[in-house]
């Protein structure tokens, strides 16, 4: 270890920059697919298994410039908002880049929204045209759209700004464009595209809608700016190359398959690998092996999932060497699983936020092994970092505290709400509500979210740090732990638990497991065995949804605060 490392704190204060070496990029979205395609025309780009579609850089290329043709002559222009709902599809990617060719905003909408929050998402973001799969799971999309007043028009008079819905498949729905359609409106017309060289790249591209793990969705508005450049920093961590293939089980509506995947290959022509719509580990297993991919991300849950996966053994998994773990805080168990049994000794850990475009901080393929699964690495070059307390004071290194970010990731700011973006975005920094330390060598760890700190009668208990403890248990498949309100110490601890598949465990034998190993004000009070944890699309528990289950079956609703 260099002690002179850049991207150590000085001062003793919890603060850290990223090296600055290398410059940032002003290309756009759409120059990084077409410099890949220049560079690499008949290498394969994209593999959508499931689809059972490939395209080379070429063939990708020619695709995204006939559906951007396409959208020009449905009177699309710089600025719009175009919405894509729809789970990991090959008309996904192709929507990305096509928006991103003519300067059109992409809004991602979460393939697991119902009414209500579809509803806000198109009318919050005021899309004009919306490409829509048919159905995804147990969501109808096209009867959801219907609902919503969506009539023979393509219309609603409920969404005024709504003026085309582009559904996929080959069906035909009254007032709507099918996919075919919609290319065969581009064809031929693809010279007439305005040059791709006239955008520019501090202008927004994308809408994100945050994945709500509370309160109503926020969509984080994003530039060509921020995401290139986040992306480019990850594959440099990860030592991405041409040579690379990488297994994209994450969903595309989030930043971790639009940018930490998509992005991050299509900036050094790597193959991009979707084993499927939604997340399935066997599928996602078999993929990797079907096309000898080099590199897979997921958030803990999957990794968990896949090496629990009863045919774990039948894949062969050796060409894996590296990828991400993130969204989550990720057991240090589990990374040193990935580590051995699926062969990934260069994976990494990365943290952000899709505010952040997303990336704070990444662990690199030659950081020491101890901090690459006990920590999320160190800043990303052109970042910095500070955490707070509650008056915004800088704590001394390895103190508690909230994580804010500043530099070129953060959001332009949430897409028409200027109050939240003010409260989220202070002097340039973004506010993210975690707990974080850092250490003095600039590696960080993310302890909690600020919210979900426990004060038992008096003790601050970070639930992280039970739930580490509890996940060492061998009956442990997934464990999450949060406060519940009580009378007498002001909030007692619950932890929720699956046991791995045909072990049963009693609460007994957990409390015997926590008895003078850990303080007695961390043991949880309650103790449940659960099938399954509410979590978000993306994997993010939320623990929210667990605390309301545990308010009600305790009849403690009215003491609650929050
Ligand atoms: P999202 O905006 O959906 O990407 O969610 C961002 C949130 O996910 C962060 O604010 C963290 O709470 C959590 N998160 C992301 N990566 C990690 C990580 N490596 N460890 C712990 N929490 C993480």
């Known amino acids: 270890?260099?002690?002179?490392?850049?991207?150590?704190?000085?001062?003793?204060?919890?603060?850290?920059?990223?090296?600055?070496?290398?410059?940032?990029?002003?290309?756009?979205?759409?120059?990084?697919?077409?410099?890949?395609?220049?560079?690499?025309?008949?290498?394969?780009?994209?593999?959508?298994?499931?689809?059972?579609?490939?395209?080379?850089?070429?063939?990708?290329?020619?695709?995204?410039?006939?559906?951007?043709?396409?959208?020009?002559?449905?009177?699309?222009?710089?600025?719009?908002?175009?919405?894509?709902?729809?789970?990991?599809?090959?008309?996904?990617?192709?929507?990305?880049?096509?928006?991103?060719?003519?300067?059109?905003?992409l809004v991602n909408i979460n393939p697991?929204?119902?009414?209500?929050?579809?509803?806000?998402?198109?009318?919050?973001?005021?899309?004009?045209?919306?490409?829509?799969?048919?159905?995804?799971?147990?969501?109808?999309?096209?009867?959801?759209?219907?609902?919503?007043?969506?009539?023979?028009?393509?219309?609603?008079?409920?969404?005024?700004?709504?003026?085309?819905?582009?559904?996929?498949?080959?069906?035909?729905?009254?007032?709507?464009?099918?996919?075919?359609?919609?290319?065969?409106?581009?064809?031929?017309?693809?010279?007439?595209?305005?040059?791709?060289?006239?955008?520019?790249?501090?202008?927004?591209?994308?809408?994100?809608?945050?994945?709500?793990?509370?309160?109503?969705?926020?969509?984080?508005?994003?530039?060509?700016?921020?995401?290139?450049?986040?992306?480019?920093?990850?594959?440099?961590?990860?030592?991405?190359?041409?040579?690379?293939?990488?297994?994209?089980?994450?969903?595309?509506?989030?930043?971790?398959?639009?940018?930490?995947?998509?992005?991050?290959?299509?900036?050094?022509?790597?193959?991009?690998?979707?084993?499927?719509?939604?997340?399935?580990?066997?599928?996602?297993?078999?993929?990797?092996?079907?096309?000898?991919?080099?590199?897979?991300?997921?958030?803990?849950?999957?990794?968990?999932?896949?090496?629990?996966?009863?045919?774990?053994?039948?894949?062969d998994l050796s060409t894996l060497r590296t990828g991400i773990m993130a969204g989550a805080p990720c057991p240090i168990e589990v990374m040193r699983r990935v580590q051995r049994d699926m062969h990934m000794t260069e994976v990494t850990i990365a943290y952000g936020m899709t505010e952040t475009s997303p990336v704070s901080f990444q662990s690199a393929t030659d950081d020491p092994v101890d901090k690459r699964v006990t920590t999320v690495g160190r800043i990303l070059p052109h970042l910095e970092v500070k955490i707070v307390d509650i008056d915004d004071r800088v704590v001394p290194l390895g103190e508690k505290g909230e994580l804010c970010t500043r530099g070129y990731s953060v959001m332009l700011g949430y897409w028409n709400d200027p109050e939240r973006t003010a409260d989220a975005v202070r002097d340039g920094w973004m506010h993210t509500g975690d707990l974080a330390t850092l250490d003095e060598q600039g590696y960080c760890n993310i302890v909690g979210r600020v919210k979900d700190m426990v004060i038992r009668g008096g003790e601050n208990v970070y639930p992280r740090e039970v739930e580490e403890y509890l996940f060492r248990h061998p009956k442990v498949a997934a464990v999450q732990v949060f406060g519940v309100p009580d009378a007498r110490y002001g909030e007692e601890l619950c932890a929720w638990i699956i046991a791995k598949p045909g072990m049963a465990c009693s609460e007994d034998e957990i409390r015997a497991f926590c008895r003078e190993q850990i303080a007695h004000y961390k043991v949880p009070r309650y103790i449940r065995f659960v099938a399954e944890l509410p979590v978000t699309v993306t994997g993010k528990p939320q623990k929210f949804l667990m605390r309301e289950a545990m308010l009600r079956e305790l009849g403690l609703q009215a003491q609650a605060t929050a």
């Open 112 to 315: 697991a929204y119902r009414l209500a929050e579809l509803e806000y998402a198109l009318d919050k973001s005021g899309i004009s045209v919306l490409v829509t799969a048919a159905a995804f799971k147990s969501s109808h999309y096209l009867e959801m759209l219907q609902a919503l007043g969506v009539d023979a028009d393509g219309r609603s008079a409920r969404l005024p700004a709504l003026r085309r819905v582009v559904r996929l498949g080959d069906e035909a729905t009254a007032g709507m464009l099918n996919w075919r359609a919609l290319l065969r409106l581009g064809e031929g017309h693809e010279g007439e595209l305005p040059p791709a060289g006239a955008l520019h790249a501090r202008e927004p591209i994308n809408i994100q809608f945050t994945s709500g793990t509370t309160g109503a969705p926020k969509g984080a508005t994003l530039t060509h700016h921020n995401v290139v450049n986040n992306a480019m920093a990850v594959a440099r961590c990860m030592r991405l190359t041409a040579a690379d293939a990488l297994c994209i089980p994450v969903p595309l509506y989030h930043c971790f398959g639009m940018v930490l995947a998509v992005l991050a290959c299509v900036s050094v022509g790597a193959k991009m690998v979707f084993p499927g719509e939604g997340f399935e580990p066997a599928a996602t297993l078999a993929a990797v092996q079907a096309e000898r991919c080099s590199a897979l991300h997921g958030v803990p849950t999957m990794f968990i999932a896949e090496l629990d996966h009863p045919d774990f053994a039948r894949y």
């Open 1 to 105: 270890m260099n002690p002179a490392d850049p991207r150590a704190p000085t001062g003793g204060l919890s603060q850290v920059r990223g090296r600055t070496d290398e410059p940032l990029s002003d290309a756009t979205v759409f120059e990084l697919l077409a410099a890949a395609a220049q560079r690499w025309p008949q290498r394969d780009a994209a593999v959508f298994s499931e689809q059972g579609q490939r395209f080379t850089w070429a063939e990708l290329l020619a695709g995204v410039e006939t559906a951007a043709a396409g959208f020009v002559r449905l009177g699309v222009q710089a600025g719009d908002r175009v919405g894509i709902w729809s789970p990991n599809r090959s008309e996904w990617l192709i929507t990305q880049f096509a928006t991103a060719r003519i300067g059109a905003i």
